[in-house]
């Protein structure tokens, strides 16, 4: 079991996406979290 970061819902650990709010999960839930700015 996992939980989406977006909105928190409990999701299977093979969702692709979030049932609740929809959010992309694909990456593994780490998303924004993760995200680091790129700058040239």
């Known amino acids: 079991m996992k939980y989406c970061y977006h909105c928190g819902s409990a999701m299977e650990?093979?969702?692709?996406?979030?049932?609740?709010?929809?959010?992309?999960?694909a990456n593994g839930g780490g998303g924004q979290q993760n995200a680091q700015p790129m700058y040239a």
Not at 17 to 24: I, Q, W
């Open 13 to 25: 650990d093979d969702a692709m996406f979030c049932s609740n709010c929809g959010t992309s999960v």
